[in-house]
């Protein structure tokens, strides 16, 4: 393990924004994991445990201590007589990589969470989710390294209190564990998931009792690629905001003021909204500063075209937070990891 000094954060991000990092070190072994806690510990080091850098903001003061880069790698396939099949994967593994090994082999179940950037480490953090799925429905178990303890435990899906983008991973709670191994049910008989909108759409001419894996997946790249920015080309994190979760009065309210105002029940009382769409309303896709903005297709996408720095993006955040505000009370949350940021309106 080798451990590097005042390491840029913008090359370790796809926002591309961010100070540097005082330490940074890349593992790719359990035992790498271990010594590079210890390294920070014996120094005093707040550490920060990052993937591929695809979901997470820093300040433009970077990060005072040790970022350790999880590049821990391995797959492994099992089926049974069932039809059931687990794969499990180390947490560096990348997450698209993996799914596009999957739907090759005919197995079902990643297929809508086709091209989402990042590493399989991350998926159970933010309890990813796309085109109808959450991956909170594909896992097994989880395996975690207790950071107090340098202990390993395997943890169920009710052991990782997954929520809408959330997990106990990203509670205060759950700070000490570190994703090392994920494990995911798979299928080898035909469940495709074609209910969102845009998903319907694209295979309403098909005959969908045919439909291979890939087949699903190739739509669902499509379908994201009208929509969301080339990270090779402009610095983004895909979706900046949570969708937002409100009480049933409220989502009434706001029917009187949409002709169409997409919404999903949401548990008891509750629907989620369309974060993209009361942006759209607002006049917010396409509209930028001088070195951010909403990207033209999906404004709920906040990119970084250069140059630009972290204060200045969660400036123009701030301000989409508050016109949501002001016009509905809804307050939106970031669905980004924002480090040492403060969103004022949160």
């Known amino acids: 393990m080798r451990v590097l000094t005042n390491v840029s954060l913008q090359e370790l991000t796809t926002f591309r924004l961010g100070g540097v990092a005082r330490f940074f070190c890349s593992v790719t072994s359990l035992e790498e994991l271990r010594d590079a806690l210890a390294y920070a510990r014996t120094r005093g080091l707040p550490f920060f445990i990052l993937g591929k850098g ?45 799914v596009a090994e999957t739907v090759s082999q005919g197995l079902w179940g990643m297929e809508n969470l086709s091209a989402i950037p ?12 796309a085109y109808g799925v959450e991956v909170r429905d594909l896992i097994d178990w989880v395996e975690v390294l207790d950071t107090k ?21 990203k509670r205060p709670e759950g700070q000490q564990y570190i994703v090392t ?53 402009v610095g983004t994190a895909g979706s900046f905001f949570k969708n937002p979760v409100v009480p049933e009065q409220v989502y009434k309210e706001l029917t009187r003021w949409f002709e ?9 009382g509750m629907y989620k909204l369309s974060a993209a769409y009361l942006l759209e309303q607002f006049g917010w896709k ?14 709920l996408c906040l990119v970084h075209y250069g140059d630009g720095s972290t204060s200045e993006l969660i400036a123009f955040a701030n301000t989409i937070i508050e016109d949501v505000k002001e016009r509905t009370t809804i307050i939106l949350e970031p669905e980004v990891r924002c ?3 403060e969103l004022r309106s949160v």
């Open 286 to 299: 396409g509209r930028r500063g001088e070195h951010v903005g909403c990207w033209d297709t999906q404004p």
């Open 118 to 129: 990042g590493t399989v480490g991350a998926v159970p953090v933010q309890n990813v989710g």
């Open 181 to 233: 191994r994920v494990a995911f049910r798979l299928s080898t008989y035909p469940i495709p998931k074609l209910s969102y909108r845009d998903l319907a759409a694209y295979f309403e001419n098909t005959d969908t009792g045919r439909l291979t894996p890939k087949e699903v997946s190739d739509a669902v790249r499509t379908i994201r690629n009208r929509k969301l920015p080339d990270v090779t080309e």
């Open 54 to 98: 695809s979901n997470v903001l820093f300040s433009d003061d970077g990060f005072d201590g040790l970022v350790i880069r999880i590049n821990i790698r391995g797959r492994h396939y099992e089926e049974d007589s069932k039809g059931d099949a687990r794969v499990t994967a180390g947490a560096g593994e990348l997450w698209d990589d993996l």
């Open 260 to 268: 169409y105002l997409p919404a999903h029940p949401h548990g008891e």
């Open 149 to 169: 303890e340098n202990t390993l435990h395997i943890f169920s899906v009710a052991d990782c209190e997954f929520g809408y983008r959330e997990s106990i991973f």
């Open 339 to 341: 480090i040492d940021v």
